[in-house]
């Protein structure tokens, strides 16, 4: 089932059309990544998903449900998390109340038991649970908005960028976590990543967006024997 259904999205800053008529399925249970070079659209896409922009043309659909239009606090609270580009945590509040804040708009209890479900899977985050989430370092901040995604409970997460700025290391790090929430918890993730060899390792399906429209779709397995993909997104000759 598609858990997330786009067709035909216009998306625009003023005068600039950033979404050029944008069709995407995301499938329940799957990670689906965006590939596309700087410009190409990737943050308006995710916006445009989480209500933090309005689609202009064209439908967005949540669990069977047109969410076009609807404020950001409705969407997350219909299970849909976003998790934005360069994390934006709280830095003067702890780790604990940066997790909390991400239960807000939930309609199921459990915040407690979710806490520590957050803890089991990034326990460095359980060590530093009283401290502002500001003296962290770039990568448990990344965590920590992982974290507060979470706390939601979303059906659906939006990962925009989580390698930005990190070591290859603790992208790897990152990266396997991702994958055990999505096969553990059954998250569905949407994920758009610079480094396109993360990517299409840890998704099962993946678009190509150029220039705010897609053009390629296929299986990770698929667009990574592409010889277009190789050239131009994993840097092969
Ligand atoms: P990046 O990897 O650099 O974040 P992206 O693929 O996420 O790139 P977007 O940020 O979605 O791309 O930008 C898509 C297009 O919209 C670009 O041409 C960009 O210049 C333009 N754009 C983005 N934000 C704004 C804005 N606030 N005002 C005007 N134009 C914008």
């Given at each position: 089932m598609s858990l997330l259904k786009l067709r035909n999205v216009e998306s625009f800053y003023g005068a600039i059309m950033?979404?050029?008529?944008v069709s995407i399925d995301v499938e329940e249970g799957q990670i689906v990544t965006i590939l596309g070079a700087n410009g190409a659209g990737k943050t308006t896409l995710m916006k445009t998903v989480s209500g933090l922009?309005?689609?202009?043309k064209g439908t967005v659909e949540f669990n069977g449900k047109t969410i076009n239009g609807m404020e950001p606090d409705k969407v997350v609270a219909e299970g849909l998390a976003h998790v934005p580009?360069?994390?934006?945590?709280?830095?003067?509040?702890?780790v604990e109340e940066n997790l909390r804040l991400?239960?807000?708009?939930?309609?199921?209890?459990?915040v407690e038991d979710d806490i520590e479900l957050v803890y089991d899977y990034f326990p460095i985050l359980k060590e530093r649970r009283?401290?502002?989430?500001?003296?962290?370092s770039g990568g448990q901040q990344q965590m920590l908005a992982i974290g507060r995604g979470l706390m939601a409970r979303p059906k659906l997460m939006l990962l925009d960028e989580?390698?930005?700025?990190?070591?290859p290391l603790l992208t790897q790090e990152i990266f396997a976590i991702i994958k055990r929430l999505n096969a553990e918890q059954g998250v569905t993730m949407l994920l758009v990543e610079q480094n396109a060899n993360v990517a299409l390792n840890t998704a099962h399906y993946g678009y190509v967006l150029e220039m705010g429209r897609i053009v390629m779709a296929d299986t990770c397995a698929a667009l990574r024997a592409s010889d277009d993909i190789q050239e131009f997104y994993l840097g092969k000759q």
């Open positions: 950033a979404l050029r008529g922009m309005d689609a202009e580009e360069g994390r934006e945590v709280f830095p003067y509040l702890t991400g239960a807000y708009a939930r309609k199921v209890p459990g009283g401290q502002s989430a500001g003296f962290l989580p390698s930005l700025g990190l070591s």
